[in-house]
């Protein structure tokens, strides 16, 4: 949720008024279209509680990207995406930046949709996940909590959690 907040720090706002129980006053909301929150699965799932707990009216985009075991390249398996997309800021969240392949993917396959605004949120990041999306994506702002210092020879971060999504869904 705090990281959700930063990273939505710079959307325009616009003035409205509302009327509370006691008198009339004004407010700010977020200007326009919400940003869309998307979710990489299934690890991106366990942050998208706290994100809905701050944009309860955002659409979740619904995008299944997985790591080949084998090669470690991202497989694009599932993707939702609504018809507005193009006009909205694009959350991707997904709880750990390794290798930077899941993310460089994601990224990629919302600008294919015409997405133009778009900001990686992980909790755990590497040097080598982060170099990559820059190169690959420089327009694209990450926020992260943690940059730990490598990745092991299973591409996993270290030290690291292990495998995010079965982490939280308790299927390691």
Not at 47 to 61: C, Y
Not at 91 to 119: E, F, W, Y
Request: contains cysteine; negative net charge.
């Amino acid at each position: 949720m705090l990281m959700c907040y930063e990273s939505l720090r710079d959307l325009p706002l616009a003035e409205i008024e509302i009327e509370t129980p006691i008198a009339k006053t004004t407010s700010k909301q977020i200007s326009g279209k919400l940003p869309v929150i998307v979710p990489v699965f299934r690890a991106g799932l366990g942050m998208a509680e706290g994100v809905i707990k701050l944009i309860p009216s955002a659409t979740i985009v619904h995008l299944g990207i997985y790591r080949d075991p084998e090669t470690f390249q991202p497989v694009t398996y599932y993707s939702k995406i609504p018809p507005d997309i193009a006009l909205r800021e694009a959350m991707i969240i997904d709880p750990m930046l390794a290798t930077g392949g899941t993310a460089v993917a994601a990224i990629q396959h919302l600008k294919n949709c015409g997405v133009r605004s778009i900001k990686l949120l992980c909790i755990l990041a590497t040097p080598p996940g982060i170099g990559k999306v820059q190169v690959d994506h420089p327009d694209v702002s990450i926020l992260t909590c943690c940059i730990d210092p490598e990745l092991n020879e299973n591409a996993f971060i270290v030290p690291g959690l292990g495998d995010a999504g079965d982490r939280i869904f308790g299927t390691h």
